[in-house]
Every structure is written in C-alpha cells, then in structure tokens.
C-alpha cells in the first residue's frame, strides 16, 4: 500500500479501519487524512474511521457484520 499503514486492515474484505483520537480534529490533521482516506480508496480500500471514544465490542459488530454478511452473499 505504497508505505500507508492503517491501524487494521482485512484483505479478503479489503477493509481498513482507523482508530482516530482528538489529533484528527486538528485542520491540518483532516487535510492529512481525507487524502489517505483518498489515495487507500484508489486502491480500492474502503475506510472505516471509528473515534477512540467511541471504539467498543458493540460499534465494531454493528459496523462489520454487513460487511461480512455481504461478502457471504458475495462469496
């Protein structure tokens, strides 16, 4: 992925999930990170972005069971 590292990243669903603090509230921070999100989704990497505060078992079902549905259904 050209040196970008994400924070998780799912090959077979070619995900990539980052974990974001208060630092990405920042107006440089954002312009940083729109053209990652950018240049990972040129490469046909859809992003998921989830706040620390917000991480918990019950956010990561409701974001990645579609997903994993849907590449069942897919699959």
Same mark, same amino acid.
């Given at each position: 992925?050209?040196?970008?590292?994400?924070?998780?990243?799912?090959?077979? $669903?070619?995900?990539?999930?980052?974990?974001?603090?208060? %630092?990405?509230? +920042?107006?440089?921070? #954002?312009?940083?990170?729109? !053209?990652?999100?950018?240049? $990972?989704?040129?490469?046909?990497?859809?992003?998921?972005? %989830?706040?620390? +505060?917000?991480?918990? #078992?019950?956010?990561?079902? !409701?974001?990645?069971?579609? $997903?994993?549905?849907?590449?069942?259904?897919?699959?």
């Amino acid at each position: 992925m050209d040196g970008l590292r994400l924070d998780f990243y799912c090959a077979s $669903l070619r995900l990539g999930l980052e974990i974001d603090g208060g %630092v990405h509230d +920042e107006p440089d921070q #954002r312009v940083y990170d729109a !053209a990652r999100t950018q240049a $990972l989704e040129a490469l046909h990497i859809h992003m998921l972005r %989830v706040r620390n +505060e917000d991480v918990s #078992r019950e956010t990561f079902e !409701a974001l990645l069971w579609p $997903l994993l549905d849907g590449a069942h259904d897919e699959g």
